[in-house]
């Protein structure tokens, strides 16, 4: 833990621009610095540093942030790495918050048990990559399944022999009990336990033996590029096809991708990630060009991994089998998505034939025909309608039933917005129902098609002609829009993984304060993820900015609404703020040629749909 005191006092003596002018080409634009954006690819120009707010956004693509924030985008540095490099380089030393001497020791420990672990594997991979190029068998199969040296050589593939103790060759001492703690070798179970593994008598005898054996290996890296874990593929159709490394303290599938590391740049110039079920349909799609594929490691997608992805893009395709066993896949991959597919995230899925996974199709009909089917994916909406529709016959009453049954749990994961109100009608179509049943039934106001005037103020927030903001003496001055969404977000600050690229671009830009207690709060979620108010208010740094902090929150009347419907709305004021700025300064400029009018007219337009669904949220 290192105290926020400490990572304010970083920040105000780094110099952004100069941190990011060592990987991007600089130049300055007015009290800007403007740049090609390294986060996806353009021709022109959308990238800006602004040295007054020591902070980068792209208008292209949204990334925002800080320099700890570039330094893990960019270079894929944890939040540690990247404090401590920009500390060095401003000769501070980075503290520790102030702990016991046992917890001290404790992670002390851990900390070097993870770095110890970590020089094993890599240690481990560096070997399973020199036997590959000692071993034409394993060439040969890689080959076939049509992949080059340079694709093996991006992913690192190796190549694990057949003997059963060839890693007592590499270190020094194989009984040491950090190569079973890493996955590398294991102990055989002599009773109690599984011995369904056959192990020969050289082994039993000794009681450990290599854990991948005769197998093509991928490594699993993570998000800094050290290897975690491996996967291993036999060369033939035995069983099991593929074994991987057991959880440790640096490898949990249900948190981890295999590929997302080589696929971090495909993923922003793509704008989509691919989400696939093996290692060799990963390495398959970037050898036909499709670089941003991901696969989960031999377990179900999970929340975590959904998550994961959207910090990279807003875009993500699920490929699955045609078959029982790749609906079933579908099924789930679509429970863990629907809780972060907000209305500015597309997530779509995809079904091959049952004959093929991705590896197989775009092997036998190529990269053109994948394309063709990635642009029939199906949507995140008609997934879930057809989820809630298996084995129900909708030409009964019961097989409707059974459609709002199996409906409701789905629809009730999605987060408020636009998207949950539509498909309200949709599944009350499908099931026969008029949309005020349905809502009444699943206990959810009624979607409201048109708008209504509104009777509070004109500068009120969109809830304040329903009352929200009500005290008991009356109807209190509805507070500014900037101080509302601080004022949420410090309360619920699981809602900041909710917001979209763009949204968190919008608030980093606020002016003074907000945006430094913004930047603040998005450092802390990175570090130890979604806090209560409670634990926030104990980490607020000493600073003068904190009582501000604290009086955001404590300042909210008891019956103000605190919905994420809430936060939405706060954020669509804040953008129709910026966007008639940009209106003014685009106007004062005069514009006559076409791409300056067509701006100004895209600008309009955009504020006239945000003013449309506040109005639209407030009736």
Not at 21 to 38: D, I, S, T, Y
Not at 56 to 65: H, K, R
Not at 351 to 366: A, I, K, N, Q, T
């Amino acid at each position: 833990m290192i105290p926020a005191g400490f990572l304010q006092e970083l920040l105000s003596r780094v110099d952004i621009v100069d941190v990011v002018g060592r990987h991007v080409e600089l130049r300055r634009g007015g009290a800007n610095f403007m740049g090609l954006c390294p986060f996806h690819a353009e021709k022109s120009p959308s990238f800006s540093v602004t040295p007054s707010k020591q902070f980068y956004y792209c208008f292209g693509c949204g990334a925002s942030g800080d320099a700890i924030r570039f330094l893990t985008e960019h270079l894929g540095l944890s939040f540690i790495e990247a404090v401590r490099e920009l500390a060095q380089g401003v000769g501070m030393a980075v503290p520790e918050e102030q702990v016991s001497p046992e917890e001290r020791q404790r992670r002390d420990t851990l900390r070097q048990r993870r770095l110890s672990l970590g020089e094993l594997l890599n240690q481990a991979a560096e070997f399973y990559r020199a036997q590959l190029r000692a071993q034409p068998r394993a060439v040969d199969y890689l080959k076939r399944r049509g992949l080059s040296g340079t694709i093996a050589a991006r992913f690192g593939l190796g190549y694990a022999p057949p003997g059963w103790r060839t890693l007592a060759g590499v270190f020094a001492r194989y009984d040491d009990p950090l190569l079973e703690e890493a996955g590398l070798v294991r102990q055989r179970v002599v009773e109690g336990g599984d011995t369904s593994d056959e192990t020969p008598p050289e082994a039993a005898d000794r009681g450990r033996y290599d854990w991948f054996r005769d197998r093509v290996m991928f490594p699993i890296r993570g998000v800094d590029g050290q290897v975690i874990g491996f996967g291993g593929r036999v060369l033939d159709d035995s069983k099991p096809k593929y074994i991987n490394s057991p959880e440790t303290p640096l490898f949990s599938k249900g948190r981890e991708l295999y590929g997302l590391f080589e696929a971090r740049q495909a993923l922003r110039d793509k704008g989509c990630a691919l989400v696939v079920e093996g290692y060799m349909d990963v390495v398959a799609l970037a050898q036909a060009g499709y670089a941003n594929a991901v696969a989960t490691l031999g377990t179900a997608c999970t929340a975590d991994h959904v998550q994961k992805l959207f910090r990279y893009t807003d875009s993500v395709v699920f490929s699955f089998d045609g078959d029982a066993a790749g609906r079933r896949a579908a099924a789930r991959a679509l429970e863990a998505a629907l809780p972060h597919a907000s209305d500015l995230r597309t997530v779509r899925f995809l079904f091959l034939p049952p004959e093929h996974d991705p590896d197989s199709f775009v092997r036998e009909r190529g990269a053109e025909a994948f394309e063709q089917a990635l642009a029939q994916a199906v949507p995140l909406s008609r997934q879930l309608i057809e989820q809630a529709a298996a084995d129900a016959d909708l030409g009964t009453a019961e097989g409707r039933s059974r459609l709002v049954a199996q409906a409701r749990p789905l629809w009730s994961a999605l987060p408020e917005g636009a998207l949950r109100r539509q498909l309200l009608p949709e599944l009350a179509r499908r099931a026969q129902l008029e949309v005020a049943d349905l809502a009444a039934l699943w206990g959810s106001p009624v979607p409201t098609s048109g708008a209504r005037p509104r009777t509070g103020p004109a500068s009120a927030p969109p809830w304040a002609a329903r009352g929200a903001l009500r005290s008991p003496a009356g109807r209190r001055a509805p507070a500014a829009p900037a101080d509302l969404a601080l004022r949420l977000l410090l309360r619920h600050s699981d809602w900041w993984e909710r917001l979209s690229a763009e949204d968190h671009g919008l608030l980093h830009g606020l002016d003074g304060l907000h945006g430094r207690v913004i930047a603040w709060l998005e450092r802390l979620l990175t570090d130890q993820g979604p806090l209560t108010w409670a634990a926030l208010d104990t980490a607020l740094p000493d600073e003068p900015w904190a009582a501000q902090a604290r009086q955001w929150v404590t300042a909210a009347d008891p019956d103000e609404a605190q919905d994420y419907a809430d936060l939405q709305r706060v954020v669509r004021m804040l953008w129709v703020d910026r966007l008639q700025l940009q209106a003014q300064q685009l106007a004062a400029t005069a514009p006559t040629l076409r791409d300056e009018l067509e701006r100004l007219r895209s600008v309009n337009e955009q504020i006239r749909r945000l003013k449309a669904e506040l109005a639209a949220g407030a009736s």
